[in-house]
Every structure is written in structure tokens, then in C-alpha cells.
């Protein structure tokens, strides 16, 4: 009883794990991580970025940290404070320190060089970087804090202090942005990208946790993620689709999931959507066809540019004429170029290594189902009986064949009735003549014993069969000797 009881506990907790690691947010989470990995996440990142930070206050003594944001944020390996500066108490700022991730193929001076030159980045859908720079091993940014918070917040009804799971996790209330609002965030958002792409500068980690709200106007963030190599917030979406190998295709998708939330309110469930509910507009639909369907991830993303040609965004008038800047040096942009044709091609071999597994998982299913199973027996049944039947048939052709030799052999001899059965020539000669008979009859007549009869073959004895062959062939009637026969056959009586 104890035993089934376990096992059917162990049941139970594999079947909770399933749909906690099915649910995108809580998969994510460091403590279930820790739960089913501790080993691999047994650091505290929280105290090695206090490190960092602190050695960054040595050399730049006019910031201050007011509090730490606590699990603001989704990444386990990067951290937020509260920052102000010294001389300007009521301004607030946040620091985010992250850790270096598995993209990250620019080299250490490019890498540097290149975090610094976002400070110097303007555009009107870009946030401001206040600070930035970067080691061999992390990197720490300064922005301002805005108490309004991001898209996600706006979506959410949530307070950008409070912690991921609890803003993000379980809403109370579910609801999706006004048509207008859809409109003039998304063509924000898709001009910004055309920009970035343009100028070959890498992104791939659009969510609307990423997006700054700044009254009217959506603001883009991290730009910094793609130049340290962390990994995108779907990539455990887009890496199952081989369509999507490049980081343009990326942004595409993650505008796709975007967008979806600020018509409903929500992510979707699964990634390729087969139909969606009622939007405030046709148009609306369109664009997430386009993108999130099965028809899309088969054939690809559509690009940014043509994106903005559909009738959702065409006729959108942007008010922020703001010009544009971001000045990177032709040697950096050889360095970029370089590291977004590695993280592409990481991407790549990945997606392969799924499909890969996907492929085997469905056929060890398939051959592990019952119907398979029954299917495999009625074919070993069949083939048993096919064997045996014809192993009989190979086993009735042999000794049919044996007994047709040997008859033949035996009849040869009998053919002759002025010859009795011919011993073999080396007995002949070595067999004395018999001696006289006893008074008494005896039980056998002297030609038995005297010339012995040769004993049927049997089917399986070639040796014999040949041997007596051979000596039939080589009978000679001269070397019989002449004998005189006495015969006791007839009864006498006395």
C-alpha cells in the first residue's frame, strides 16, 4: 500500500511540474529553477552585482543607491537599484547590472566601446541611457525611473516597484488597450525597429516589458542585451520554428506576441495560433495572421517594413519629429555585423538540434502506443508461422532427396539374379572359408555369417551412403571365390 501511495504521489508532482514548466513566466522563475537544477543556480547573483556595483562607486563617487528593486525584473542574472545623485536628491534613476550570457561574441574593447556609445543614442522611440559601461564579465546601466512604468505595467494595472510574479503572473483583471492606443504603440514600436535595423545594430528582445511609457509615446529598452549576449524573452517560442533564423525575423515574432497582448490583454496560449478571439478591428487580426499562425511560421515573418504598409499602422501620424542619431564607427559595425551572423547561426543549430528531438519523440510515441504494439505482435506472429512452415518444407524436400539416393544405390546390385550380394572386396579376401556345420541345425545358414548383408542407409549418413557407392562401382566378379552352399533349410526328422 505504502508503495503505491509513492507512486502515486510521484504521479501527482510530475503532473504539477508539467504545467508549471508549460507556463511561460513561472518556467522562468529562479525559484523554480533552483527547485528542479539547485545545483546550477546556487549563486546569488543579488550579492555579486552588490560587488560590482560597490567597486563602481569607487571611481564614480556621485551616485548613490536608495534601494534595491527586488525581482523587478524576469532574469535571474540581473539585478535593479534605486539610484539618485548626490547633488540632485529628488531625481530618481535605476541601475540594472547584468551578467555577460551565452551570446556574447563581440570582443572585450568592442563590447565596451560599443555599451558606452548608447549614451550617445538618440531617437524618439529609444529610452535615454544615462550612464553605461561595461567589464570582462558584466555590465551597468543608468536610466531614469518612470513611475508610470512600461507597457506591460499599462496592460497589467500594475506598479513597477512591485515583483514580477505577483505584477504579471495572476492578473485580476484582464483587458486589452483601445484601438487607437494599438495603433499608435505599434507603429512607435515598428518604426524604431526599422531604424535599428538599418543600422545593423542587433536586438532581439522586444516584450512589452521592454517598452517605456512616456505619456503618448513608447520608448524602447535593453538595448544593451544583444551586446552581452543574454538570451531573448521567446526565444523558447521562436527557436522551435527554423523560419525564424534571423534576428529580424526575431523582433517580427516578439512584435507578434506583442501586440497580441495589447489587443487581449494577455499572451497567447500557444504558439502557432489557430484562431482568435473577437478584436476591436479586422485589421487588428490581420496583422497577428501574419505572424502568429502556423501558415506564417512555415513560410516566414514578413518584414518590418511591410508590416508598416498594412492598413493597421499606414494611416498612423506620428507627431514626435525628432531626428534620429546613432553614429557607429565602420570597425564596430564590422564587429556587430560579425556577432549577429554568430548568434544567427547559434540560433540555427539549435532550432536543428529541436527538430531533431521533436522528430525522435514522435516516432519512439508512436511505436510506443498500444495500437503499434499490437500491430508489431500480429507481424512476429505471422512471420514465426512463416518461418516455421518453411523450415518444414526445406527439412520434407532434404530427406525426400536423401531417400531418392540411397533407393537408387540399393537397387543397382538386385538388377543382377546371377549374382548374389557382394560383400566388399578387402572382406572377401580376409574371410576364411566357413567350417563344417555341427551335427545340431544351426540357427542361422553359414552364407549369413560368412557374407554378411549390407544394412540400409539411413538418410542422414552420407559417409556410409558414399562408402557404399564407391564399392559398388568397383565390384569385380573375378574376385568372388567359388563355395559350396549346404543346405539345412528343410526340417529333418529323426
Not at 112 to 140: G, M, R
Not at 166 to 192: D, S
Not at 214 to 235: I, M, Q, V
Request: hydrophobic letters at 30%.
Amino acid at each position: 500500500m505504502e508503495r503505491e501511495f509513492i507512486a502515486e504521489r510521484q504521479k501527482g508532482l510530475q503532473a504539477y511540474l508539467d504545467v508549471i514548466t508549460t507556463h511561460h513566466i513561472l518556467s522562468n522563475c529562479e525559484l523554480v529553477k533552483k527547485f528542479l537544477d539547485p545545483n546550477s543556480y546556487s549563486v546569488n547573483y543579488t550579492e555579486i552585482a552588490l560587488q560590482h556595483v560597490s567597486m563602481f562607486f569607487r571611481s564614480e563617487p556621485k551616485w548613490e543607491v536608495v534601494e534595491p528593486l527586488k525581482d523587478i525584473g524576469w532574469r535571474i542574472r540581473k539585478k535593479y537599484f534605486l539610484m539618485k545623485i548626490k547633488n540632485q536628491p529628488k531625481e530618481r534613476l535605476m541601475l540594472s547590472w547584468a551578467d555577460l550570457g551565452p551570446d556574447k561574441y563581440l570582443s572585450d574593447k568592442d563590447l565596451q566601446y560599443a555599451v558606452k556609445l548608447l549614451s550617445s543614442c538618440s531617437h524618439p522611440y529609444i529610452y535615454k541611457i544615462t550612464f553605461a559601461t561595461a567589464n570582462e564579465s558584466s555590465a551597468l546601466v543608468i536610466r531614469p525611473f518612470s513611475e508610470k512604468g512600461t507597457l506591460k505595467d499599462l496592460i497589467y494595472k500594475a506598479k513597477p516597484k512591485d515583483p514580477y510574479l505577483k505584477k504579471y503572473c495572476n492578473p485580476k483583471k484582464i483587458q486589452g488597450l483601445e484601438l487607437q492606443q494599438i495603433k499608435t504603440y505599434g507603429r512607435q514600436i515598428l518604426e524604431v525597429l526599422k531604424f535599428l535595423h538599418e543600422k545593423g545594430f542587433p536586438y532581439g528582445h522586444l516584450h512589452s516589458a521592454n517598452v517605456m511609457l512616456d505619456g503618448d509615446t513608447c520608448k524602447l529598452l535593453d538595448l544593451e542585451n544583444s551586446l552581452l549576449g543574454l538570451p531573448s524573452f521567446y526565444r523558447s517560442y521562436f527557436s522551435q520554428f527554423r523560419k525564424i533564423n534571423t534576428l529580424e525575423a526575431v523582433d517580427v515574432h516578439c512584435f507578434g506576441h506583442l501586440l497580441y497582448e495589447m489587443t487581449y490583454g494577455r499572451p497567447p496560449d500557444t504558439i502557432p495560433v489557430d484562431s482568435f478571439p473577437p478584436a476591436p478591428s479586422v485589421f487588428v487580426v490581420s496583422v497577428l495572421e501574419s505572424i502568429l499562425t502556423c501558415e506564417a511560421m512555415k513560410n516566414g515573418m514578413p518584414t518590418v517594413s511591410r508590416l508598416l504598409q498594412m492598413p493597421l499602422f499606414s494611416d498612423v501620424l506620428l507627431t514626435n519629429l525628432e531626428k534620429p542619431q546613432l553614429k557607429i564607427p565602420t570597425k564596430l559595425k564590422e564587429a556587430l555585423k560579425t556577432s549577429k551572423e554568430c548568434i544567427e547561426k547559434r540560433l540555427t543549430e539549435e532550432q536543428k538540434l529541436i527538430h531533431q528531438h521533436r522528430r525522435l519523440t514522435r516516432a519512439q510515441s508512436h511505436h510506443g502506443s498500444e495500437e503499434e504494439k499490437k500491430k508489431r505482435k500480429i507481424l512476429a506472429r505471422k512471420k514465426s508461422k512463416r518461418s516455421a512452415y518453411e523450415s518444414g518444407e526445406e527439412h520434407s524436400a532434404k530427406y525426400s532427396n536423401s531417400n531418392n539416393s540411397a533407393g537408387s544405390g540399393a537397387s543397382s546390385p538386385l538388377t543382377s539374379p546371377s549374382s548374389p550380394t557382394p560383400p566388399s572386396t578387402a572382406g572377401a579376401s580376409s574371410i576364411p572359408p566357413a567350417p563344417p556345420p555341427p551335427p545340431l541345425p544351426p540357427a542361422a545358414p553359414p552364407p549369413t555369417t560368412e557374407v554378411p548383408t549390407q544394412p540400409s542407409p539411413q538418410p542422414d549418413v552420407s559417409a556410409s551412403r558414399g562408402a557404399l557407392l564407391s564399392s559398388i562401382q568397383n565390384f569385380q566378379k573375378g574376385t568372388l571365390k567359388k563355395t559350396q552352399t549346404c543346405d539345412y533349410s528343410a526340417p529333418r526328422i529323426s
